[in-house]
């Protein structure tokens, strides 16, 4: 692989189409292969607005991969309310001088008629089960589009057919969004994905709030109210991490104590198929895996988190 410390601070290449990005991806795999190295591409989508997390999300993915493209896309399918995707940062300038910094490559930062070229796609995915419980049932849609804009990016990004090198070729998506990786998962699994999916940890703040871009829309007073969603889950964490009861419920009656945080879930689930694992919560001792997964609302902004408990 190449050395990628010499990359960090190099303006990376912006492309708006995608005939764009194919040929800027084969460019630099055809450098790669010419330098002796072992071709490997990596492929980072985000909706832009990038924060700190963005940054260690891409860092990861430069330290595996030769050559490293990374999508900005707000995509108004996956948003259930025309105000909430009006009101999305756009912040293309600054996300590029951020992904510099984090050694990206190529940005393919597309309009939407690139990616949507006739409109609302007429044949959509479909989330199913996994899509339609805890974030699914409080934003329906929201899967189905998230996997549309994924789809058509594994798709675009992917090494080219004419290329003649062959890559080894993974994307990367944050922890945070927890139901959301698992549906990607799942999705790249069902329809034989040539794509390797990689997590990466949450970035959280010193206090334990967890990055994210819709966290600058939060007051100072309730972004300490939304310390409550990490305090609540260090709380079922040190039980299950000693092999205690869980007693979730307790955990529940400290965002009844916080009047600015308004709860929605607070669940403990099985970190593959997201069903609700009802054993071992009370009277017996934790044992096993379990995700804890979180939403809660803060104001007028929605908050989601996870953490895994048994690992």
């Known amino acids: 692989m190449s050395n990628d410390a010499g990359k960090r601070n190099q303006e990376p290449l912006v492309v708006r189409t995608a005939l764009e990005l194919s040929a800027a991806i084969a460019d630099r ?126 798709h675009l990004a992917m090494p080219p057919a004419s290329c003649p090198v062959p890559a080894r070729y993974s994307a990367y998506f944050g922890q945070k969004d927890a139901q959301q990786l698992v549906l990607i998962n799942r999705m790249a699994k069902d329809l034989n994905y040539p794509v390797e999916i990689c997590s990466v940890p949450i970035i959280r703040t010193a206090e334990g709030l967890a990055l994210s871009s819709r966290n600058q829309f939060l007051t100072p007073e309730q972004a300490e109210a939304a310390l409550v969603i990490f305090r609540a889950m260090n709380m079922i964490k040190v039980r299950a991490d000693r092999h205690e009861p869980l007693f979730l419920e307790d955990a529940v009656a400290l965002f009844e104590e916080e009047p600015l945080v308004e709860l929605d879930y607070f669940e403990l689930v099985d970190p593959n198929t997201l069903q609700e694992l009802a054993f071992n919560c009370r009277e017996t001792p934790f044992t096993g895996e379990g995700l804890l997964l979180v939403a809660a609302k803060v104001g007028q902004v929605r908050l989601i988190d996870n953490t895994p408990l048994g690992y």
């Not at 199913?128 to 594994?154: I, Q, Y």
């Open 29 to 154: 795999l055809v450098r790669v292969a010419a330098a002796g190295g072992t071709a490997t591409l990596g492929l980072v989508p985000t909706m832009g607005a990038l924060h700190s997390g963005h940054e260690s999300l891409v860092a990861t993915a430069r330290a595996q991969n030769d050559v490293l493209v990374v999508s900005i896309f707000v995509n108004e399918l996956q948003f259930n309310d025309a105000a909430d995707f009006e009101r999305y940062p756009r912040t293309l300038d600054a996300d590029v001088r951020i992904l510099a910094r984090a050694g990206a490559d190529i940005v393919f930062a597309p309009e939407p008629g690139e990616v949507y070229p006739d409109g609302r796609p007429l044949v959509k995915l479909d989330s199913g089960a996994l899509g339609a419980k805890f974030e699914g049932a409080s934003r329906p849609g929201h899967f189905d589009g998230m996997l549309a804009v994924v789809a058509k990016l594994l």
